[in-house]
């Protein structure tokens, strides 16, 4: 007998009983569905057993870890589906894409047939697999047979992914005749999957899952078709480079080729830069170029670049920065816990912003504030600006794209850019690197360089500035005029050496260790990069240091 503690409860349970069997009394409480727990701080699978005394912490679709242990299961879940219904290779050749909205892009490579028909018979196959309550296996399995087991499976991104790794086992999931492996942890069975949707979406599928903010079922899917086509430029690019996996990335790191595929990747980033400078010229009554994007997306590296290319074109940019035009710290709206809410739109002067761009529209001089933000208050100290006829304000700030902070320039005056760092590379074709864990690592990485925070206060932070972004910046991306990739197919190999002194300082004891944890256990996958040959204006360089711009 074994003694375990949860939500205040003590509970006698039998040796051998699982944590399935443990929280079922506490399951669905508020609705909520519990995929995962921790016991005494170390995340288990439900399917694991209890082996000693222990206290528990459920985690649900609204906690990170358990939101993601809810989108493996179901991925594995999708996958399973194709194998039973197109066979092996067409298992093989699915890859799961990128996030768009609460909806996930899953391309087949032609493997098998598309359409609204395959999608309603995987959904129904799906459906069919949850009413069984199919379960999930885990086995650990010698490196060497699981690169066997995945050879057989046609899976050759994993097996290039597996020689790259220093562990001598891996641990590998099979779901009735099929085998898959997945970074992170996994659901007991199929009918834990309970929400979820199917349908045809381009030259593949979108899996519709709930969000964490809707936790208990599936949304009518809203389409971004900027975003997507952005996204789909970047994957053909790493086609044409040959890296689409970290393996590929691996692979070149080891063949000594990453030099000039850094170099190639830099000029693409700015050719794209070019474009848009051009775009803008081309217009020709625009004097407000507003860069908004989610926290760590580069947004300081664009304007500088943009700036540079709108001078080759014989404009004469000015970089503003929209936070100096926060109301003073007394007058900031707060959230619900009482803290300063300096993410929404309360916490801008916006009258104040679209009186001084008015005036500086119709030729005025005027004189510019700058926000203090040791006081919190807005100061002038005698800069002035004034438009002339080639003049062009860049500006800077995460409302950019909101059309209630520049309500009173007209449209034609107003150029719209939205930046982020859209992660092209996947660790294999069904573990796709999440944009929020490129984006984390990058601030990571800066704040402990340039703030003095440590990692943990990062992570701690860091829920609260997605909140921000789900709110007030990703509701606006459709509405930019272009839309400019910031990731880079190398860099998270280069922010490894940065990063993991940052996260092994995170105290055990601590709920950020988790977080940590899981980001340790990812940068593993990469091999080192040296960030040596990175040129001085990259926008990694934003991050890791050593940039020539004022960042």
């Known amino acids: 007998m074994f003694t375990v503690k949860i939500n205040g409860d003590e509970i006698p349970v039998m040796e051998r009983a699982t944590f399935e069997q443990l929280i079922e009394p506490y399951q669905g409480k508020d609705g909520q569905l519990i995929t995962l727990v921790a016991a005494d701080g170390k995340l288990r699978e439900l399917f694991k057993r209890v082996n000693r005394d222990c206290e528990i912490t459920c985690f649900t679709l609204k906690d990170d870890a358990g939101f993601k242990t809810y989108v493996r299961t179901a991925t594995m879940l999708f996958m399973k589906a194709v194998f039973d219904l197109f066979g092996c290779h067409a298992a093989a050749q699915c890859r799961l894409g990128y996030a768009i909205g609460h909806g996930y892009y899953i391309s087949h490579e032609g493997a098998f047939p598309g359409g609204e028909q395959s999608a309603k018979a995987i959904r129904e196959r799906m459906q069919e697999l949850v009413a069984r309550k199919v379960p999930f296996m885990k086995r650990s399995y010698p490196i060497d047979e699981a690169m066997e087991i995945f050879q057989k499976q046609e899976m050759n991104d994993k097996v290039k992914l597996f020689r790259y790794r220093r562990t001598s086992s891996v641990n590998v999931y099979e779901c009735d005749g099929y085998y898959d492996y997945f970074y992170g942890y996994m659901m007991p069975n199929a009918s834990y999957v309970k929400w979820f949707d199917v349908i045809d979406y381009a030259d593949g599928f979108m899996l519709l899952l709930p969000t964490r903010k809707h936790s208990t079922g599936v949304e009518e899917f809203s389409e971004r078709k900027k975003l997507f086509h952005t996204l789909r430029e970047s994957d053909e690019w790493g086609r044409q480079v040959g890296i689409e996996t970290v393996g590929d990335l691996n692979e070149h790191i080891c063949d000594g080729t990453m030099n000039e595929l850094i170099l190639i990747q830099e000029a693409m980033q700015e050719r794209r830069i070019s474009e848009i400078a051009r775009d803008i010229v081309k217009k020709g009554n625009v004097k407000f170029v507003m860069i908004a994007g989610p926290s760590s997306s580069g947004k300081t590296s664009l304007s500088h670049r943009l700036s540079i290319q709108l001078r080759t074109l014989g404009k004469t940019p000015h970089p503003i920065a929209m936070d100096n035009y926060f109301v003073n710290r007394e007058d900031t709206p707060r959230d619900e816990k009482g803290d300063y809410d300096f993410e929404c739109l309360g916490a801008m002067d916006v009258e104040l912003f679209n009186n001084d761009m008015l005036r500086l529209l119709s030729g005025e001089r005027v004189e510019m504030p700058s926000f203090n933000f040791k006081i919190g208050r807005r100061e002038y100290h005698g800069d002035t600006m004034q438009l002339g006829a080639d003049d062009i304000l860049v500006i800077e700030g995460i409302h950019g794209l909101n059309p209630k902070m520049s309500y009173a320039l007209p449209d034609e005056s107003k150029y719209k850019v939205y930046v982020s760092a859209l992660t092209a590379v996947n660790v294999d074709a069904h573990n796709r690197i999440a944009t929020t864990d490129g984006r984390l690592l990058r601030r990571l990485v800066r704040d402990a360089k340039t703030r003095g925070s440590d990692a943990k206060r990062t992570i701690q932070m860091w829920s609260n500035v997605r909140k921000g972004e789900e709110e007030n910046i990703f509701p606006f991306q459709e509405e930019a005029d272009a839309i400019f990739n910031s990731a880079l197919i190398y860099e998270l190999a280069v922010l490894k050496q940065h990063a993991e002194p940052l996260l092994f300082q995170v105290p055990k004891d601590t709920t950020e260790y988790y977080?940590?944890?899981?980001?340790?256990?990812?940068?593993?996958?990469?091999?080192?990069?040296?960030?040596?040959?990175?040129?001085?204006?990259?926008?990694?360089?934003?991050?890791?240091?050593?940039?020539?711009?004022?960042?």
């Open 515 to 551: 977080e940590a944890k899981r980001l340790l256990k990812f940068l593993d996958y990469f091999l080192n990069l040296t960030g040596e040959s990175l040129p001085n204006n990259s926008i990694c360089r934003e991050f890791v240091g050593g940039s020539c711009f004022k960042v």
